[in-house]
Protein backbone atom coordinates (compact mmCIF):
# COMPACT_ATOMS: atom_id res chain seq x y z
CA UNK A 1 0.00 0.00 0.00
CA UNK A 2 1.50 3.19 -0.95
CA UNK A 3 0.80 5.08 2.02
CA UNK A 4 3.41 6.36 4.71
CA UNK A 5 3.80 5.73 8.47
CA UNK A 6 3.62 9.51 9.25
CA UNK A 7 0.11 9.73 7.83
CA UNK A 8 -2.16 7.32 10.76
CA UNK A 9 -1.29 6.47 14.63
CA UNK A 10 0.72 3.25 14.12
CA UNK A 11 -2.54 1.91 16.51
CA UNK A 12 -4.60 2.04 12.96
CA UNK A 13 -1.98 -0.12 11.06
CA UNK A 14 -3.57 -3.71 11.78
CA UNK A 15 -6.85 -2.18 9.99
CA UNK A 16 -4.62 -0.47 7.58
CA UNK A 17 -2.99 -3.58 6.22
CA UNK A 18 -6.47 -5.52 6.15
CA UNK A 19 -7.80 -2.72 3.97
CA UNK A 20 -10.14 -3.79 0.92
CA UNK A 21 -8.01 -3.26 -1.97
CA UNK A 22 -5.41 -0.77 -2.82
CA UNK A 23 -7.96 2.25 -4.23
CA UNK A 24 -10.04 3.03 -1.64
CA UNK A 25 -13.40 3.59 -3.60
CA UNK A 26 -13.04 0.10 -5.05
CA UNK A 27 -11.92 -1.26 -1.85
CA UNK A 28 -15.21 0.90 -0.20
CA UNK A 29 -17.56 -0.81 -3.29
CA UNK A 30 -16.22 -4.38 -3.22
CA UNK A 31 -16.46 -4.37 0.95
CA UNK A 32 -20.34 -3.28 0.87
CA UNK A 33 -21.38 -6.46 -1.30
CA UNK A 34 -19.05 -8.37 1.30
CA UNK A 35 -20.27 -7.35 4.23
CA UNK A 36 -23.85 -7.05 3.32
CA UNK A 37 -23.83 -11.07 2.52
CA UNK A 38 -21.75 -11.81 5.25
CA UNK A 39 -24.28 -10.30 8.23
CA UNK A 40 -27.64 -11.56 6.11
CA UNK A 41 -25.99 -15.33 6.50
CA UNK A 42 -25.11 -15.27 10.17
CA UNK A 43 -27.93 -17.42 11.87
CA UNK A 44 -30.62 -15.29 13.97
CA UNK A 45 -29.60 -17.11 16.95
CA UNK A 46 -26.10 -15.38 16.86
CA UNK A 47 -27.12 -12.18 16.06
CA UNK A 48 -27.90 -10.90 19.62
CA UNK A 49 -25.42 -13.25 21.48
CA UNK A 50 -22.49 -12.18 23.02
CA UNK A 51 -19.69 -15.19 22.87
CA UNK A 52 -18.03 -13.60 26.50
CA UNK A 53 -19.37 -11.38 29.17
CA UNK A 54 -18.77 -7.67 28.41
CA UNK A 55 -18.32 -8.63 24.87
CA UNK A 56 -20.45 -7.16 21.70
CA UNK A 57 -23.33 -9.30 19.65
CA UNK A 58 -22.87 -8.81 16.05
CA UNK A 59 -25.77 -6.50 15.73
CA UNK A 60 -23.68 -4.61 18.26
CA UNK A 61 -20.53 -4.95 16.00
CA UNK A 62 -22.71 -4.33 13.07
CA UNK A 63 -23.46 -0.85 14.29
CA UNK A 64 -19.96 0.34 15.92
CA UNK A 65 -18.60 -0.60 12.47
CA UNK A 66 -21.86 1.85 10.32
CA UNK A 67 -20.96 4.32 13.96
CA UNK A 68 -17.13 4.45 13.43
CA UNK A 69 -17.15 4.80 9.51
CA UNK A 70 -19.70 7.79 9.97
CA UNK A 71 -17.09 9.58 12.54
CA UNK A 72 -13.68 8.70 9.89
CA UNK A 73 -16.47 10.30 7.13
CA UNK A 74 -16.88 13.40 9.29
CA UNK A 75 -13.21 13.40 9.77
CA UNK A 76 -12.12 12.99 6.34
CA UNK A 77 -14.41 15.27 5.42
CA UNK A 78 -13.19 18.18 7.26
CA UNK A 79 -9.63 17.34 6.57
CA UNK A 80 -10.46 17.42 2.94
CA UNK A 81 -11.84 20.80 2.96
CA UNK A 82 -8.78 22.09 5.01
CA UNK A 83 -10.59 22.36 8.40
CA UNK A 84 -7.22 22.86 10.52
CA UNK A 85 -9.43 22.05 13.91
CA UNK A 86 -8.13 19.40 15.64
CA UNK A 87 -11.21 16.91 16.23
CA UNK A 88 -11.40 14.91 19.66
CA UNK A 89 -12.07 11.18 19.75
CA UNK A 90 -15.04 8.94 20.63
CA UNK A 91 -16.09 6.50 23.65
CA UNK A 92 -16.69 3.25 21.22
CA UNK A 93 -18.54 1.74 24.06
CA UNK A 94 -20.60 4.58 24.92
CA UNK A 95 -22.17 4.86 21.20
CA UNK A 96 -22.65 0.91 21.13
CA UNK A 97 -24.58 1.29 24.64
CA UNK A 98 -26.35 3.72 23.62
CA UNK A 99 -27.38 2.61 19.93
CA UNK A 100 -29.21 -0.11 21.29
CA UNK A 101 -28.71 -2.38 17.85
CA UNK A 102 -30.22 -5.52 19.54
CA UNK A 103 -33.62 -3.65 20.04
CA UNK A 104 -33.42 -3.35 15.66
CA UNK A 105 -33.81 -6.39 13.23
CA UNK A 106 -30.43 -7.64 10.72
CA UNK A 107 -32.44 -5.89 8.10
CA UNK A 108 -32.33 -1.99 9.56
CA UNK A 109 -28.91 -2.64 10.40
CA UNK A 110 -27.91 -3.88 6.35
CA UNK A 111 -30.21 -0.83 5.57
CA UNK A 112 -28.23 1.84 7.60
CA UNK A 113 -24.71 -0.08 6.71
CA UNK A 114 -26.11 0.16 3.06
CA UNK A 115 -26.83 4.11 3.23
CA UNK A 116 -23.71 5.15 5.07
CA UNK A 117 -21.58 3.46 2.47
CA UNK A 118 -23.03 5.03 -0.64
CA UNK A 119 -22.37 8.38 1.16
CA UNK A 120 -18.81 7.97 1.72
CA UNK A 121 -18.36 6.30 -1.41
CA UNK A 122 -19.47 9.36 -2.61
CA UNK A 123 -17.17 11.32 -0.44
CA UNK A 124 -14.11 9.40 -1.10
CA UNK A 125 -14.71 9.40 -4.81
CA UNK A 126 -15.33 13.34 -4.70
CA UNK A 127 -11.83 13.58 -3.49
CA UNK A 128 -8.86 14.64 -5.62
CA UNK A 129 -5.00 13.05 -4.66
CA UNK A 130 -4.04 16.16 -3.23
CA UNK A 131 -7.37 16.15 -0.66
CA UNK A 132 -6.74 12.37 -0.34
CA UNK A 133 -2.99 13.36 0.82
CA UNK A 134 -4.13 16.06 3.01
CA UNK A 135 -3.16 15.82 6.81
CA UNK A 136 -5.39 16.84 9.91
CA UNK A 137 -5.01 16.03 13.87
CA UNK A 138 -8.06 13.60 15.13
CA UNK A 139 -7.60 12.10 18.34
CA UNK A 140 -4.24 13.38 19.04
CA UNK A 141 -2.88 12.37 16.56
CA UNK A 142 -1.75 13.25 12.41
CA UNK A 143 -3.90 11.27 10.34
CA UNK A 144 -4.53 11.54 6.10
CA UNK A 145 -7.97 11.53 4.37
CA UNK A 146 -6.31 8.34 2.48
CA UNK A 147 -5.69 6.66 5.60
CA UNK A 148 -8.94 7.15 6.83
CA UNK A 149 -10.37 5.79 4.10
CA UNK A 150 -8.26 2.68 4.34
CA UNK A 151 -8.93 2.33 8.01
CA UNK A 152 -12.82 1.76 6.98
CA UNK A 153 -12.92 -1.27 5.25
CA UNK A 154 -9.94 -2.57 7.56
CA UNK A 155 -11.56 -2.07 10.62
CA UNK A 156 -15.01 -3.52 9.41
CA UNK A 157 -13.01 -6.15 8.17
CA UNK A 158 -11.36 -6.66 11.46
CA UNK A 159 -14.89 -6.76 13.57
CA UNK A 160 -15.84 -9.15 11.23
CA UNK A 161 -13.00 -11.80 11.27
CA UNK A 162 -13.70 -11.37 15.24
CA UNK A 163 -17.34 -12.74 14.07
CA UNK A 164 -16.20 -15.44 11.95
CA UNK A 165 -13.97 -16.24 14.71
CA UNK A 166 -15.74 -15.82 17.73
CA UNK A 167 -19.73 -16.55 16.42
CA UNK A 168 -19.44 -19.16 13.74
Same mark, same amino acid.
Request: hydrophobic share 40%.
Given at each position: @??????????? =??? =????????????? *??? #? %?? $??????? #??? $??????????????????? *??????????? =??? @???????? &?? @? %????????????? !?????? +?????? =?? &??? +?????????? $?????? $????? +?????? %?? !?????????????? +????????
Amino acid at each position: @MNISHDEFNQY =YLP =YIQLAANQDIVLG *LKE #N %VI $SVVDFYQ #NIP $SEKLEHAYAEGKWTPKDIL *LHIIDTERVFF =YRA @MRIARQDK &TE @M %VGFEQDDYVDAGK !ANNRTI +NSLIEE =YK &TVR +NATIALFDSF $SDEELK $SIGKA +NGSTVS %VR !ALGFIITGHENHHN +NVIREHYL
